[in-house]
């Protein structure tokens, strides 16, 4: 049903970067959530009323609250989906975390309350109801949360979108919550077992889980994640597939919500090319970024000295002595400057995270090794993080 009005009502519905087809997606995902869930309550609730079930009726207004989430997904992504203002240059994508991150709260309640109602019928057991009425309202509950989950699941990969996976969460727990109750039901029925308590226990801690990892998928990208790796790799292949460009460091990226990314690098060309082509071959790499990948970049040209031995020495010292202190030091961005009484080497080092020593301490011990091979060097070291 989601791909037939997806192809019906969103113009460029494979273009998953566009926010505007981000939240086009968001919104048509939100009303159905909110239709189906709709649709469970009132056939819950007016079979609760004919069956005078309180369990019905009770399950019919936690449909009614599942709304919430959806329509938490409509609103996350028509805040998301607005075009930057004043305020907000960079645009209002990481409201979609956050209203992922409200969603992922609603699933922690809901576990939480679970495991509440579970633990209290695990010290005062009793028959779960049970008829044919109850029983095919209960199967279809589950059809359609099961449909919602695999909607939810297969767009929020597909839009790599926190608050779809987290409303897929949402209802793979109402799913595996009716289950429960449906297992102990037949149970009970066919069985002296009262098991309704104990498997509303292991369902409310899965969905706990659930919870707290639909919350840490959210919250990480606000805090600020590496980022994903295959990008990284397109964003070198693009600048360095330009023969101008010699090397790039220094590469940034910044995430201000989904299909809105600025990068910021360093591009190292030579010294002695012609600075105005190679500022037009840079102005045409922003271009091309911004076109393939869809992201804004800003390239600082870095000059450095191609083919001077002096320069290359110095280089190959420096190497030298990070590969003695630790192989997984490395190094960019030298150059060499001749003053009146001294040469200067200035470079960048990039040390792991988990790295032993303090930048202080790396930077000293650098400073020894050098002065004790060429006292008249000067190191000017900036340390790194890759």
Known sequence: MVTLLSRWFIKDRENTKSPAVRQAYGVLCGGLGIALNLLLFGIKFISGLISSSIAITADAFNNLSDAASSVITLIGFKIAGQKPDQDHP???????????FLVSVIILLMG????????????????????????????VSILIKGYMYLYNKSLGKKLDSAVMKATATDSLSDMLATGAVLFSALLSRFTSLHADGWCGMLVGLFICYAGFSAAKDTVTPLLGQAPDPDFVQQVKSIVTSHE????????????????????????EVSAAGNIVTLHDVIDHIEHELRDTLNCQAVIHMDPIRVGDEETEGGKKLIQDILKEIDPALTMHDFHMA????????IFDVVTPY?????????????????KALHPDYHIIIDIDKP
């Open 90 to 100: 960079f645009g209002h994508g990481r409201f979609e975390y956050i209203s992922g």
């Open 112 to 139: 939480l309350e679970l495991l509440k109602s579970s633990f209290t019928k695990i010290l005062h057991p009793e028959e779960p109801a049970f008829s044919p009425v109850i029983l095919a309202l209960l199967v």
């Open 244 to 267: 101008e460009i010699l090397g790039l460091h220094d590469l940034i990226v910044h995430n201000y919500g989904p299909g809105r990314i600025l990068i910021s690098l360093h591009a």
């Open 338 to 345: 001749a003053r009146t009484e001294r040469t200067d080497l």
């Open 354 to 370: 988990d790295f032993q020593l303090s930048d202080e301490t790396l930077a000293a011990l650098i400073d020894q090794k050098v």
